[in-house]
């Protein structure tokens, strides 16, 4: 009878311990889900993150080529290519910018692309200013350009 007594008594024991243990478990549980919805969180704030500094990456790199472009234009005293309408808007008047007649004469060919000829009616052909024909140094050019970017 003592054995059973004490048995019993380990037994309310193990059962109390086991207890525990189920209510330690529990609250492990919990955490692991609160954490893991957490770290899901996270992660889709970092995917966004990415997603805008890749956006971003794209973006200054294009720039980058605009400004390198531009530099070695000017650099080589070349011809840069500017948007006619940014032409129509900018300071630079050659007797050709003030013409809305179609231009028939091609511009300088320096760089050795293929010739255009620039209807006024469509305003996002590109041209290529010379900047011998319409005596404009490349420190306004350089201005202009900066403000057209």
Known sequence: ????????????????????????????????????????????ILTMSSRILQERAVKASEDSQKITHAAT???????PL???TWMEKSSI????????????????????MPEVEVDE???????????NDYNVNSKDCYQNWGRAL
């Open 1 to 44: 009878m003592a054995i059973r007594e004490a048995l019993e008594i380990e037994m309310i024991v193990i059962k109390g311990e086991n207890l525990k243990l189920r209510t330690k478990i529990k609250a492990l549980c919990e955490a692991e889900v609160t954490r893991t919805e957490e770290l899901e969180e996270a992660r889709e």
């Open 73 to 79: 234009s000017l650099n080589l005293g070349s011809n």
């Open 82 to 84: 500017f948007w006619s």
């Open 93 to 112: 008047r050659g007797p050709e910018a003030v013409n809305t007649q179609v231009r028939t004469k091609p511009w300088k060919n320096t760089l050795n």
């Open 121 to 131: 009616t469509d305003m996002f052909h590109m041209e290529a200013l010379s900047t």
